[in-house]
Nanobody, 115 residues
Framework: QVQLVESGGGLVQPGGSLRLSCVVS????????MGWYRQAPGKQRELVARITSGGTANYADSVKGRFTISRDNAKSTVYLQMNRLNAEDTAVYYCNKGVPGFWPWGQGTQVTVSS
């Protein structure tokens, strides 16, 4: 059973930055495209950023130029660097495969952007 453990969230002021981490149990993460998703209250979960096993990244338009996804296959860890945060980025952030056929979702990490 694959386990996903997200961390790094918190309360940040508008314009601030956070770096999220996601540790994937086992070494299978290196074989898969990985993604960061978020779910705001009352909204559906959405894909924020995806990175292929080879390191090619793509982003939702709403975060392009502000967020950067990266991965360390040796550590089975995926990162999301988030800069210039705004209130619309407030959500619970999750990682999982970058394509459907998802593993069980982790608990996520809460990101709250507020002054």
């Amino acid at each position: 059973q694959v386990q996903l453990v997200e961390s790094g969230g918190g309360l940040v002021q508008p314009g601030g930055s956070l770096r999220l981490s996601c540790v994937v149990s086992g070494s299978i993460a290196s074989l898969n495209a990985m993604g960061w998703y978020r779910q705001a209250p009352g909204k559906q979960r959405e894909l924020v950023a995806r990175i292929t096993s080879g390191g090619t990244a793509n982003y939702a338009d709403s975060v392009k130029g502000r967020f950067t996804i990266s991965r360390d296959n040796a550590k089975s860890t995926v990162y999301l660097q988030m800069n210039r945060l705004n209130a619309e980025d407030t959500a619970v952030y999750y990682c999982n495969k970058g394509v459907p056929g998802f593993w069980p979702w982790g608990q996520g990490t809460q990101v709250t952007v507020s002054s």
